[in-house]
């Protein structure tokens, strides 16, 4: 399935406006020129979006700061240029996509910075707004982290309930390498974990692991020669004071649904 960004960038504008922008038509026309301005310290995300908002309704923008950029209290992001009424119309559309994934991108940055190897990877989860998921991910990118699976038709991923409901972890990882190559499994101890990489997992969440039980699943993986044939995936319970302390276990990915699902958007405004 194809993304289209500016279809649906518009059904945004169209959800705000209904019929019509009745306050905005009270103006006259009026050719004025306005600035976004960040209110805060962030990363700056959804500037190419934004703009392309403004130029649906024929407004010109020229970016100050680019996407991934870092912005201080008072500093300027763009400015517009247009028919005022067409501007204001757009504002709240605009800022909200732009704070929200401004935000995102802040807060990513943040876990990020507190990573002390290149080798461990932040990875956002599905933990996202309804019909914000392709921005949400773009965000967690531009803050320096990783997508994982944007939809549930991109990879399997055999989960805690799946199990309960076969009743068998073995049996849907053997149905799963029937079909596909790339399987990830959720795991919730250590047996499980040995399992699913002796039976050819890809990936093998460690869900609400500790960092302890972590390194103790990671040397039993390594004593049965199979630490190399997964990639291991610490997920649950991390916050930025404890991080840096997953991360030194030794494993590949770190997946947070809190830099999407529960995130502060990035204080902004439009002044003219």
Do not use: W
């Not at 908002?53 to 970016?63: A, D, H, M, Y």
């Not at 300027?76 to 119309?89: F, K, Y």
């Not at 073995?170 to 699913?196: F, G, H, P, Q, T």
């Not at 302890?212 to 049965?224: A, D, E, H, P, V």
């Amino acid at each position: 399935m194809t993304f289209n960004v500016k279809k649906e960038l518009q059904s945004f504008l169209s959800e705000d406006i209904g019929k019509g922008d009745i306050s905005s038509s009270l103006l006259s026309k009026k050719k004025i020129s306005a600035r976004i301005i960040s209110r805060e310290k962030g990363v700056v995300a959804g500037v190419k979006f934004a703009k392309e908002i403004f130029n649906l309704k024929g407004c010109k923008v020229r970016i100050l700061k680019k996407d991934g950029q870092k912005v201080n209290p008072n500093q300027s992001i763009m400015v517009i240029s247009g028919d005022a009424r067409q501007i204001l119309t757009c504002e709240r559309t605009a800022l909200n996509l732009l704070t929200r994934m401004s935000g995102i991108a802040t807060l990513t940055n943040n876990f990020v910075a507190k990573i002390p190897n290149k080798k461990t990877k932040l990875y956002a989860t599905r933990k996202t707004a309804p019909g914000l998921r392709y921005f949400d991910k773009e965000a967690v990118k531009i803050g320096g982290g990783e997508k994982h699976r944007l939809r549930l038709d991109e990879m399997v991923m055999i989960k805690d309930n799946h199990i309960a409901v076969s009743k068998s972890l073995l049996n849907l990882i053997k149905k799963a390498k029937r079909k596909y190559k790339k399987i990830e499994v959720e795991v919730e101890n250590n047996s499980d974990a040995m399992l699913a990489a002796k039976e050819g997992a890809t990936i093998i969440m460690l869900d609400n692991f500790s960092p302890t039980q972590i390194k103790k699943t990671i040397r039993n993986l390594k004593i049965k020669k199979l630490r190399y044939k997964v990639k291991l995936e610490a997920s649950g319970g991390i916050t930025l004071k404890n991080i840096s302390q997953y991360a030194r276990t030794g494993v590949d990915m770190i997946s947070l649904g809190s830099i999407t699902n529960s995130v502060k958007g990035i204080d902004m405004s439009l002044e003219i």
